[in-house]
């Protein structure tokens, strides 16, 4: 797909295929983007009952390649890799997030050359997300406090777009804290899920060995 409104569409018609009329998502960078506009797309019609949004952004002119974007179709793949490439961490880093970083190579390495120029047309065309229209959308977001692809400018912007948002922060993770750092991640989706328990949206099955703890409106963890 190499437009938004392409995306849009065919994200719409996959939960229409298979019959879930509202859903909660984990976006992180490109598919926290994603998510949001997808949330925006559907605000007359919602389909987004919250959001849990990782390591993403609100505009990705941030990435200063909207010029080049309309371009990466014809790119070969190996030069497509190596942009995004460019992003990973660097030098010296903990196991767990060396092993995240060595995964999505290998990932990106199963990609063919449209598919990679598809990706980085949707992350790099001029697109903002216009956040008054997700006010009605409950939303986590979740930040790890180490380096990675995004600049405290970019997050900035994220805790100004949603000042109502809980948020849920990991001392560190990487670009892949999904990855490096699945049990906190995966803890914080239990707590941001949990208040939807016993409603017609929850996500999981009620058990009393399923307990995780409260966070506030800057949990660390």
């Known amino acids: ?35 949001q506009k997808f949330a925006e797309h559907t605000h007359k019609s919602p389909r987004v009952h919250s959001l849990v ?21 014809m ?28 995964f999505m190579v290998d990932q990106l390495d199963s990609l063919s050359q449209q598919q990679l120029a598809s990706r980085l047309t949707l992350n790099c065309m001029s697109c903002y997300v216009e956040p008054q229209k997700l006010q009605d959308i409950l939303v986590t977001l979740m930040d790890v406090m180490d380096e990675n692809a995004l600049s405290d400018h970019v997050k900035d912007e ?17 670009n892949f804290p999904y990855l490096s750092r699945g049990d906190e991640v995966n803890l914080f989706l ?22 995780a703890p409260k966070f506030d409106d800057d949990s660390e963890s």
């Not at 100004?160 to 990991?170: E, G, N, V, W």
Request: charged share 20%; proline share 3%; glycine share 8%.
């Open 75 to 102: 790119m070969p793949a190996l030069f497509l890799k190596k942009m995004v490439m460019g992003n990973f961490d660097k030098g010296l880093m903990p196991g767990d997030i060396a092993d995240s970083v060595d």
């Open 190 to 211: 239990q707590v941001h899920l949990r208040q939807f328990n016993d409603t017609r949206y929850s996500a999981m099955e009620a058990s009393k060995d399923n307990v």
């Open 53 to 73: 949004l990782c390591n993403t952004f609100v505009d990705s002119t941030v990435f200063d390649q909207t010029s080049s974007a309309p371009t990466f179709w």
């Open 158 to 174: 994220m805790y100004k777009c949603y000042p109502d948002a809980k948020r849920a922060t990991l001392k560190n993770g990487g």
């Open 1 to 35: 797909m190499w437009t938004m409104k392409d995306w849009l569409e065919g994200f719409n018609k996959l939960l229409d295929q298979l019959q879930l009329d509202k859903i909660h998502i984990f976006g992180a960078s490109l598919g926290g983007f994603l998510a």
